[in-house]
């Protein structure tokens, strides 16, 4: 390796897009499914009193079929949202609330862990502020969850228990249905985000006892804009809902569903159904020939995260004495994140990585390379070429800075 820009000999010079846990695509076949609901299809699916509202109402139920589907659930129990943020603030804030307000519930206390996404985090916070009580698990080295430790945590006054399903920085995959068996035997609630596993990893809500459930149309290949709340019916849960008005989705959410987007979300999880299985396993390959690649010629190379429970398409690693952050500007042919949260204009090392004992050197030295289902075998070897270069040219230019530093 000579430490030159790697060549891009493919037929598309576009930068390789290798951040899918980001967003993904929207699936062409998503799209043609989309585009009639924009145009020729245009009714108001609340306005059944007509052919133009019953063609609407007909196709946002399909979709809501699909999405109950690929989850295990029934379609009765999906309510359609603006994407995972708000199912998020939904089902949390709903359901404790509705304990406090409507059943005047002892239960005030919110169990979550510290590598959720930051909307469960904040969600949870702003419930704090609120007078409920807030526990936040901290994660084993893997980013995996101690059960034993959640069961002491847990108690009588314990309203709700929030675990995301995979982790959107490192892809840790969470034991589910063990934390469902465990909050179902006490009698408490328990909400997973799921945004990063549906259509990725098989989930079963009856299966692993989830009382609610967040989904994003985006990260499975949907449009952006959309999500799914699943509510369990059996035992019921009741939510306080964030949004009042016409009583829609079951007085769950109002406003007007946006009739294309709910189509889009139901074509994606119906597609990742049926694809699931044989998608994962070629993703798999794929991050193990860029994980192979990267490897064999970067000493010292780290693995962020469970190597076992991880989710197909997701690699984050460290680069040693680097800062991932140049190391992606120097980079400028392969897309892909460090996971960190800019505020304040200042670059923050990732509070996932960080709960996971890294230092704040290990962790800006981290960055997260996520493979879909675009990517080609071309595409991994090249971006694998562009980041060793780029690697190499960032450890030539660090020698040279401090030769100089030496010599004055």
Request: charged fraction near 25%; include cysteine; aromatic fraction near 4%.
């Amino acid at each position: 390796m000579t430490g030159e820009p790697a060549i891009d000999r493919r037929a598309n010079a576009a930068p390789v897009y290798l951040d899918y846990q980001a967003t993904t695509p929207t699936d062409p076949r998503v799209v043609a499914a989309m585009l009639p609901y924009f145009t020729e299809k245009f009714g108001n699916p609340h306005s059944t009193s007509h052919h133009f509202g019953r063609e609407a109402a007909e196709a946002v139920e399909r979709a809501r079929g699909d999405v109950a589907a690929l989850i295990g659930a029934e379609a009765r129990e999906i309510v359609f949202t603006s994407g995972a943020t708000e199912s998020n603030n939904a089902a949390i804030k709903g359901a404790v609330r509705f304990m406090r307000d409507e059943r005047r519930s002892d239960r005030d206390r919110i169990v979550t862990v510290a590598t959720e996404h930051k909307c469960v985090l904040e969600t949870c916070r702003q419930l704090e502020r609120e007078g409920f009580s807030l526990t936040v698990m901290p994660v084993k080295s893997d980013g995996l969850l101690d059960l034993a430790a959640l069961a002491d945590a847990i108690g009588p006054r314990t309203a709700l228990v929030s675990v995301m399903a995979v982790n959107n920085e490192i892809g840790t995959i969470q034991d589910l249905a063990a934390i469902g068996a465990l909050c179902r035997a006490r009698g408490i609630l328990f909400h997973s985000d799921a945004a990063q596993a549906a259509g990725k990893v098989p989930l079963d809500v009856e299966a692993m006892g989830i009382d609610l459930l967040s989904i994003s149309g985006h990260k499975l290949y949907g449009p952006k804009g959309i999500g799914a709340l699943y509510i369990r019916r059996r035992p019921r849960v009741r939510l306080v809902p964030l949004i009042d008005g016409g009583g829609q989705e079951r007085g769950f959410r109002s406003g007007t569903l946006p009739t294309p987007l709910c189509v889009g979300l139901g074509v994606a999880c119906a597609i990742a159904r049926d694809e699931m299985a044989a998608e994962a396993a070629r993703l798999v390959e794929l991050r193990r020939r860029l994980f192979a690649a990267l490897h064999r010629r970067i000493p010292g190379m780290r693995l962020n995260g469970s190597g076992e429970q991880r989710v197909a398409g997701n690699l984050n690693i460290g680069f040693p004495g680097i800062d991932a952050e140049k190391l992606l500007e120097a980079c400028a042919t392969v897309a892909a994140s460090t996971g960190s949260a800019c505020s304040s204009a200042s670059i923050e090392p990732s509070y996932v990585l960080r709960a996971l004992g890294l230092d704040a050197a290990a962790a800006r030295a981290s960055f997260r390379l996520c493979v879909g289902r675009f990517t080609t075998v071309p595409e991994i070897d090249f971006a694998a070429d562009a980041l060793v270069a780029a690697f190499e040219r960032l450890g030539a230019a660090e020698g040279m800075k401090k030769a100089a530093s030496g010599a004055t």
